[in-house]
């Protein structure tokens, strides 16, 4: 089967470092893109970034350049999300998503989603 | 970056009625256009890619159609489990962009 499976929720203080993760398995992690979406409280969704862990090619939405680093681990097939510092307004669910289809040439749909990591930053 | 404008914010209507969800892009995205659906407390499910194609496992009553700025999901008879967030996401230009969302709620 065919699934991403996502680190579990977090709480943390403003100024705190943090790094989720999103562990692929049940196909060739190295092929397809993974990206990382967020949903503040009561908001939509809003793509972050992404990165195809073939060649680490990583591209980030302006709005999140910057204030995160997203990365990969071929040797555990897994993803990261991470911040150095976090803020009050980091406070949402992240969701890692993989598209339909393989290859670093175009991003596809995507079909394939974790469950979603909750982050709470609170003093 | 291209803004996704999804219309209306809101729409109330009653189970076995038909859905109209609108999608509008600031600048032409081709086909590039996804739908999802997304309820409280699961991951998003994607619906619908290259505009109009339904993917692996949707009901036939969601359809998508539309190209280049304007987009449209239908759902032709709305059951009961199809009430939840929709988004529209394009995938024609860095970087990917969702629109606001739709919430469908019972009336």
């Known amino acids: 089967e065919v699934q991403l499976v996502q680190s579990g929720p977090e709480v943390k203080k403003p100024g705190e470092s943090l790094k989720i993760s999103c562990e692929g398995s049940?196909?060739?992690?190295?092929?397809?893109?993974i990206a990382w979406v967020r949903q503040m409280p009561g908001k939509g969704l809003e793509w972050m970034g992404i990165i195809y862990p073939g060649d680490s090619d990583t591209r980030y939405s302006p709005s999140f350049q910057g204030q995160v680093t997203i990365s990969a681990d071929k040797s555990i097939t897994t993803a990261y999300l991470q911040w150095g510092s976090l803020k009050a307004s980091d406070t949402a669910i992240y969701y890692c998503?993989?598209?339909?289809?393989?290859?670093?040439?175009?991003?596809?749909?995507?079909?394939?989603w974790g469950q979603g990591t909750m982050v709470t930053v609170s003093s | 970056e291209i803004v996704l404008t999804q219309s209306p914010a809101t729409l109330s209507l009653s189970p076995g009625e038909r859905a109209t969800l609108s999608c509008r892009a600031s600048q032409s995205v081709s086909n590039y256009l996804a739908w999802y659906q997304h309820k409280p407390g699961q991951a998003p499910r994607l619906l619908i890619f290259f505009a109009s194609n339904r993917a692996t496992g949707i009901p036939a009553r969601f359809s998508g159609s539309g190209s280049g700025t304007d987009f449209t999901l239908t759902i032709s008879s709305l059951e009961p489990e199809d009430f939840a967030f929709y988004y529209c996401?394009?995938?024609?230009?860095?970087?990917?962009?969702f629109g606001g969302g739709t919430k469908v709620e019972i009336k």
């Open positions: 996401q394009q995938r024609s230009n860095w970087p990917l962009t």
């Open positions: 998503a993989r598209p339909r289809v393989s290859g670093n040439s175009y991003v596809a749909a995507f079909d394939i």
């Open positions: 049940g196909y060739s992690f190295n092929n397809y893109w």
